[in-house]
């Protein structure tokens, strides 16, 4: 229990309870008499450390509206969770920074608190104590005064007193004017007049007031010191404040001249860094004087006889200048403000990250130099490599020999961007570029999709774009009509005239030494070629399979003799087809001085190129063969089946790249195998230039018409090459074609297979040499079975008996495949073979390709519903057919195309198979084709069905029968 004496009441101190006490009395008694609590701001400094100190206190009011005592202070941080304005909370927290103020060091923060306590958002009366009504904060001692923050105007005066410099100042405060003496400094940081404090809220002015305060406003130098302080003093406080140097005259008209001041005065912007911030300082040059225009200081100099003197600066023009900078950026404008209002910020200034944006800069500095305004420190900026003037470019177009020359110069103030330094920006979708000094330049973003489609349609040739004739409707697309001289401009309306209408093509007179007559398409083929000669164009022709791609490649080949003389010319195709080659110009063009190139020591035979006039190899040698063949210059090289160089990043397609010649022809039967960047490979080659570089042909046309199925894309790529490219289908010249055409296809054996054929082939002529002539007859199963072998060895020799392996390498079934899956796409079509199991291995290759197929041999029980599924089924592509099973009673008119793998005896058997497709009902031109390898027993099949006629139409019996009515003599040619 306590003690009794500890509730002894003369030992409780009441004091700390008074004001809860009195709040509760007030709020909860409500006497009459007893008037509110008032709060108020109390102003005073710290009794023993004499710093300001501000608090929040509570006292009651007389009934004259006087405080009384007892004044009662508050916590301020005690109402910081009672608020939810932000101004409230910043002010009691500005308060209690007060509180019990220690701090003799006056720091930023502090001003920072005393602006949001004078801004005074609750409205309270504002007291200072009066230290000599009494030395501790009571009612008696407390006075209340208005505060208010001080748009400090200083304005110092220096004046000359014989030999020395007297230097006041001034405080312009409400269009009053004070002097410094009679300036009352309250509180450290107040100024006070009558019952009015002015919160200076810059230490600056803070530091100068009280400087002057301590030296009475009268501040004496001797003239030895005088220009020292000037120097070090007087001419750092001109950049905030305004000193009137009342000893300086005015300059004379022959002071002005001597030092420079008649002339233009220069305006320059200072670039400076803070932290993060850009600090911008305009400057005016008053002869060889630089004067912050945001600063208060007066022009000082000195003529050649040391006096000094002064003039005005000119008021106008800086506040020009400044408005010139002001309206390039908002942030600059509410900074300007600030400027006129005298709040004395010494520069304009901006955040690094904005600062820094092209956009704004290069605007921004080019409106300033247009003004005449100098732009000085820019590089100095930290980590700062970007040149600060805008791309000056400039575009010419000329027309050269076989290209349009394009100059592009692009600078930056006096630094030039090489071409090849401007390209590879551009190929890095970048916008810097490197230039010579070091800086790196700002491309405009409007000219970055211009500059990529110059280098896609051009190469860089020195410092100039070099962009083909043959893509001219480039230069007309991408060019404006200013940027082309009187020459360019007259070829591209030649070119646009003549290219665009077909019909204006001269017809060419066919070669008298062609051995045969072209039909209507064929020669405007040979028209069409022979056109674009004339320009030195390129193109593709790219007719149907069977409409003569061939014969018009020799007729024009002829008509270069006529029109040039001797020429040679290079033709390279699959080897598949070179004996092709050989057979149709034996055929059509025999006067042609024809090479093959093959075989070893193949590099000794380039020096004799120039005896021939068509050099025929086959792509696979010419990879191996192109470190020779790469020096010889040609007048045309022909490549057949150029699809073979769809990917540009095969070693075919780059090994013909590196072909000379005068010019070149691809062909082709079907030009788009799989989408449109097949076209690119085949044109780039042919038509350099035409579609511009793979990106920007890709970018363009392919990936917006494959993925896209753009069809403005097409069309403008259907009309860009549509001068070079000449198509015509079976379709739509079906009037000039016979109902029915038959050809050959010539299949070259490869080594294996070659070798395993040469092996058979001696070992029947070997039987045949040994053997009697009336023993032959006896044993004509034996030779049947030897040339029976034979035969399937030019299929394949997997169909050999399968007792023993014999490799699959089959010349036949890679070109068969090849054409299947060219034409199947578009095309119905017939196989025949005389061997199922040449059926077989064809069955097997289609299901692996995915190509869906009807199959008949002797063994097919539902005959009917195999026909129909083919004739019916859109999805079913390929028949394939036994030559018996198919021979007669089948109707399949859906089908466009007859391929015989192997050649039979009697040409009538063929012809039965031949007309399951042509037969009436078919709506079609029939394109018949066999499949022959030569050198070998099928090409003297083929000759025998030629002269012997008569013996095959009239043995349509077995194969037996046919051996009994040859002689050994008969035997021995057909091996």
Not at 412 to 432: A, D, E, G, M, P
Not at 543 to 561: C, H, P, V, Y
Request: glycine share 4%; net charge neutral.
């Amino acid at each position: 229990m306590p003690d009794k004496e500890d509730f002894n009441t003369e030992k409780l101190d009441y004091s700390k309870l008074a004001p809860i006490l009195m709040a509760n009395k007030t709020s909860s008694l409500g006497l009459a008499d007893q008037r509110p609590l008032k709060t108020v701001v109390i102003l005073s400094r710290h009794r023993f450390y004499r710093h300001l100190v501000v608090e929040l206190t509570t006292a009651a009011l007389s009934q004259n509206g006087k405080l009384k005592n007892p004044i009662n202070t508050l916590d301020p941080l005690d109402f910081v969770w009672k608020s939810e304005k932000q101004e409230e909370l910043k002010f009691y927290t500005g308060i209690s920074s007060f509180k019990n103020n220690y701090n003799e060091n006056r720091t930023g923060a502090d001003l920072e608190a005393l602006k949001v306590i004078v801004a005074n958002p609750l409205n309270l009366q504002f007291y200072q104590h009066d230290e000599k009504a009494a030395a501790t904060v009571n009612a008696s001692s407390l006075v209340p005064v208005k505060v208010s923050i001080l748009k400090v105007n200083l304005e110092l005066s220096v004046d000359e007193r014989g030999d020395n410099f007297a230097i006041s100042g001034l405080l312009h405060l409400n269009s009053k004017a004070y002097a410094m003496e009679d300036v009352e400094l309250r509180f450290h940081y107040f100024v006070q007049v009558k019952e009015q404090l002015y919160l200076i809220d810059n230490p600056y002015f803070l530091s100068v007031i009280d400087f002057f305060k301590q030296h009475r406003n009268n501040l004496v130098i001797e003239r030895p010191e005088y220009e020292d302080f000037q120097q070090n003093v007087l001419a750092i406080l001109e950049e905030k404040i305004k000193i009137n140097y009342a000893y300086l005259k005015k300059a004379t008209q022959k002071q002005l001249v001597e030092q420079g001041f008649d002339l233009d005065n220069e305006e320059i912007v200072y670039l400076s860094e803070s932290d993060d911030f850009v600090l911008l300082t305009p400057v005016m040059r008053y002869g060889a004087l630089e004067i912050p225009i945001i600063s208060q200081k007066q022009i000082r100099a000195k003529d050649k006889r040391d006096k000094f003197f002064t003039l005005d600066r000119d008021s106008q023009k800086e506040l020009q200048f400044i408005t010139n900078i002001a309206k390039m950026h908002p942030f600059f404008t509410e900074q300007a403000a600030e400027f006129a209002e005298q709040l004395h910020a010494d520069c304009f200034y901006m955040h690094r990250k904005h600062f820094l944006e092209p956009g704004w800069f290069l605007t921004a500095f080019e409106a300033w130099r247009s003004k005449g305004i100098a732009i000085l420190g820019f590089n100095e900026l930290k980590n700062n490599k970007l040149n600060p003037y805008q791309a000056n470019i400039t575009i010419n177009v000329v027309s050269g020999i076989d290209w349009f020359e394009t100059a592009i110069k692009v600078k930056f103030n006096k630094q030039t961007v090489s071409l090849k330094h401007l390209h590879k920006s551009i190929r890095n979708k970048s916008k810097f570029v490197q230039l010579d000094d070091g800086t790196t330049g700002i491309l405009p973003d409007e000219w970055l999709a211009k500059f990529e489609s110059y280098f896609g349609a051009g190469e860089i040739v020195g410092e100039t774009l070099h962009t083909p004739n043959i893509n001219y409707a480039a230069v007309a697309e991408l060019y404006e009509e200013e940027l082309l001289d009187l020459a360019t401009r007259e070829r591209l309306t030649l070119y646009r005239s003549q290219l665009s209408a077909f019909e204006a093509i001269e017809a060419v007179t066919v070669p008298a030494t062609l051995n045969a007559t072209l039909r209507g398409y064929q020669q405007d083929g040979l028209n069409w070629l022979n056109f674009l000669d004339g320009f030195n164009f390129g193109g593709c022709l790219a007719d149907d399979m069977g409409l003569g791609k061939t014969i018009q490649i020799l007729a024009f080949i002829l008509s270069q003799r006529e029109k040039i003389g001797h020429n040679t010319n290079l033709v390279v195709v699959p080897a598949s087809l070179v004996f092709n080659w050989q057979q149709e110009i034996k055929k059509f063009a025999p006067s042609l001085k024809v090479l093959t190139v093959y075989g070893s020591d193949r590099a000794k035979i380039v020096a004799n190129f120039s005896k021939y006039e068509v050099i025929l190899t086959s792509y696979g040698t010419l990879l191996s063969d192109i470190k020779w063949i790469k020096d010889y210059r040609f007048n045309y090289i022909f490549l057949d089946e150029s699809q073979t160089i769809k990917n540009p990043d095969s070693q075919r397609y780059k090994a013909v790249r590196l072909l000379q010649s005068r010019n070149k022809v691809v062909m082709t039967g079907t030009p788009i195998e799989n989408n449109t960047f097949d076209l690119y490979g085949q044109l780039s080659f042919a038509c350099p230039g035409l579609l511009g570089s793979r990106e920007q042909f890709k970018q363009l046309y392919s990936v917006p018409i494959d993925q896209f199925k753009d069809a403005r894309r097409a069309a403008e790529l259907q009309k860009r090459i549509n001068p070079f490219l000449l198509r015509r289908t079976k379709e739509q010249v079906a009037s000039e074609l016979p109902d029915k055409t038959e050809m050959v296809i010539y299949c070259e054996m490869g080594e294996q297979q070659r070798e395993i054929y040469d092996s058979a082939r001696n070992e029947i002529r070997a039987y045949l040499m040994g053997t009697a002539e009336d023993e032959l007859t006896k044993s004509s199963m034996h030779v049947l079975q030897g040339i029976t072998k034979l035969r399937q060895i030019c299929n394949s020799p997997a169909i050999l008996s399968k007792e023993k392996y014999f490799g699959n390498a089959s010349a036949k079934m890679d070109v068969l495949l090849e054409q299947i899956e060219s034409k199947a796409p578009y095309h119905k079509i017939l196989v025949f073979s005389q061997f199922v199991s040449m059926l077989d291995l064809v069955k097997d290759e289609l299901a692996k390709r995915n190509i869906t197929f009807a199959y008949l041999t002797g063994q097919t029980k539902n005959r009917e519903a195999v026909v129909n599924s083919f004739q019916n089924n859109p999805e079913i592509r390929v028949f394939l057919i036994s030559l018996k099973a198919g021979g007669i009673g089948l109707n399949l008119t859906q089908a466009a195309y007859v391929y015989l793998i192997d050649p039979w005896w009697n040409p009538a058997i063929e012809n039965q198979a031949i007309d399951r497709a042509y037969r009436i009902g078919q709506h079609q031109n029939v394109m018949a084709v066999r499949l022959i390898c030569p050198d070998t027993i099928e090409e003297k099949i083929m000759l025998m069905q030629e002269t012997k006629k008569d013996l095959a139409s009239d043995l349509i019996k077995t194969e037996e029968s046919i051996f009994k009515a040859l002689t050994k003599r008969d035997l021995l040619a057909l091996i």
